[in-house]
């Protein structure tokens, strides 16, 4: 049987299975209205035994829209579990909202399937009148079911679903085991109770606060709840969150430092701060982290040197997370130490540097990337490389032409799409010379794109020779042709034109 998520996995076979549902079943249909004939055999087809059948007509019965609904609602009582759940799924999809009550009737379906996707569909039509229904679906033998329905209740964001939701995290998830006549037990991973997590942050309502402050414990889902929670901005947060950064338990201190991040308010920045001098690395991580989320010019005065003193840190994931947040608050006086962090021997660390110095759009940055590109590491030239392009910098270009011949094919094509995308034409004769000796199929490729992008005649002359080369790899080939198309009917060719 289809699930949602594999609806429209079937596209290349559609024309075919189409044309076989129309001939095959519109035999007298004629004197029909011809929509009406369509949307029946479409139906019809969701409870074909090819999945391929079965799976377009889902496709096509959504792309109709609102001519298919009553076919639809209809459908959910066919005698066909697949055509139910099929059914159910298309018309949370199409959005209309007169399926609503057959929707609620159908959570009572026997196949756990219809059941799952009539509950999200609820969601997807934002049915508040069917949240007494879910909620009682909470209750539901199938984990999957369960867990749809907590979704649903989320994309509805009613309060009433609060406590019963509390009330889930309470259970483990993804399935039940009786106990007695009554008592059920669940058992599984971590995802019923998770989305229970982001359904709560979704409605917002402040009675799910403690519970919530309660998970943050859990290393599982704790880091969720902390997403939830700051959502839930106010002083009772806020004031709760002070007590658990002393708490003994690391996990605790962690997420809750990932509350403040969350909620963003100045008042924590000098809280956070002192959480840098943490005993346990997590805890630093996490809120090296944070603080770059803090970019208001007042905040930045107080944790521009308390990141820049974290980059001394013992742990190198602690100082990977400073150098990011430098990135993000765009640190001026961080540029040098960041510049020295690239010639770092853990990729980590130097790669969160290059991708910081490229924030900056800035002069000095960029000039400390150009510096590194001799740097030993090939992955770590090619990500210089890429980073450049970002910025922009045209001062760029020679550094990375001499790149064309570099030893590593990878860091070449890296080259070639960065010179294409800096625009200057100075590139043009390198890359033809270096189209000469270039046996990788993938930086021939990007560089006759880039050519064709860079333009000009001596560049539309190239291509022509690589276009019509019958020696030459067929997509080079197809690249150039399409390069010259654009280009001598009086356009620009960007990097869009070759898909």
């Known amino acids: 049987m289809i699930k949602r998520d594999e609806l429209f996995s079937c596209k290349s076979a559609k024309l075919l299975v189409l044309m076989l549902l129309l001939f095959g079943n519109c035999a007298g249909c004629l004197e029909k209205d011809p929509v009406e ?21 889902a496709n096509e019965l959504c792309e109709i829209g609102e001519p298919a609904v009553d076919p639809l609602i209809k459908a959910l009582k066919d005698d066909n579990s697949q055509v139910r759940s099929l059914a159910a799924q298309d018309l949370g999809i199409i959005g209309d909202k007169k399926a609503t009550n ?45 867990r749809y329905t907590v979704i649903s209740l989320g994309m509805l964001k009613d309060p009433r ?22 008592d059920m037990r669940y058992t599984g991973n971590s995802d019923i109770r998770s989305e229970a997590v982001f359904a709560l942050g979704e409605i917002g309502d402040p009675r799910a606060v403690d519970t919530l402050l309660d998970l943050l414990s859990d290393k599982e889902i704790g880091s969720y709840a902390a997403s939830s929670l700051g959502l839930m901005k106010g002083e009772y947060v806020f004031g709760k969150l002070i007590k658990l950064l002393e708490n003994k338990n690391p996990t605790i201190r962690t997420n809750a430092v990932s509350v403040y991040e969350h909620i963003q308010d100045p008042a924590a920045v000098p809280i956070m701060i002192r959480m840098l001098n943490d005993q346990v690395p997590e805890v630093r991580r996490e809120t090296a982290y944070a603080l770059g989320h803090f970019n208001e010019s007042e905040e930045i005065a107080q944790t521009e040197e308390p990141l820049i003193n974290a980059l001394g840190d013992s742990k190198v994931e602690v100082q990977a997370a400073a150098a990011g947040s430098l990135g993000l608050i765009e640190s001026k006086k961080a540029i040098p130490l960041l510049a020295e962090i690239i010639q770092s021997k853990d990729s980590t660390l130097c790669e969160t540097a290059i991708y910081s110095l490229a924030r900056y759009k800035d002069p000095e940055a960029a000039d400390a990337l150009i510096d590194a590109l001799g740097n030993e590491n090939w992955h770590i030239r090619m990500e210089i490389v890429y980073s ?27 080259a070639a799409s960065a010179l294409g995308k800096l625009g200057d034409r ?74």
Request: net charge negative; charged share 30%; hydrophobic share 40%.
């Open 426 to 499: 100075k590139a043009v004769e390198p890359i033809i010379k270096a189209l000469e000796t270039e046996r990788e199929s993938d930086v021939r490729i990007t560089e006759v794109q880039a050519l064709g992008i860079l333009g000009g005649p001596e560049a539309i002359k190239c291509l022509s020779r690589v276009s019509t080369d019958k020696d030459e790899y067929k997509y080079v080939r197809n690249s150039a042709e399409k390069a010259l198309v654009i280009l001598k009917g009086g356009g620009t060719v960007n990097a869009s034109s070759f898909y």
């Open 161 to 182: 679903a609060t406590e019963p939701l509390c009330e889930v995290l309470k259970r483990d998830d993804a399935s039940i085991s009786y106990d007695g006549d009554s």
């Open 388 to 414: 450049l392009m970002e910025v922009g910098d045209t001062r760029a270009v020679d550094p990375i032409i001499s790149l064309l011949v570099d030893e590593n094919y990878e860091v070449r094509k890296s």
């Open 102 to 146: 057959s929707l609620i009737e159908a959570l009572k379906d026997p196949v756990p399937e219809v059941r799952m996707n009539s509950a999200f569909s609820l969601g997807e039509l934002q049915a508040t009148e069917a949240v007494e229904p879910l909620i009682e679906l909470l209750k539901d033998e199938d984990g999957e079911v369960v």
């Open 37 to 57: 004939a369509h949307v029946n055999s479409l139906v019809q087809g969701l409870g074909d035994e090819d999945e391929r059948v079965s799976s377009v007509s």
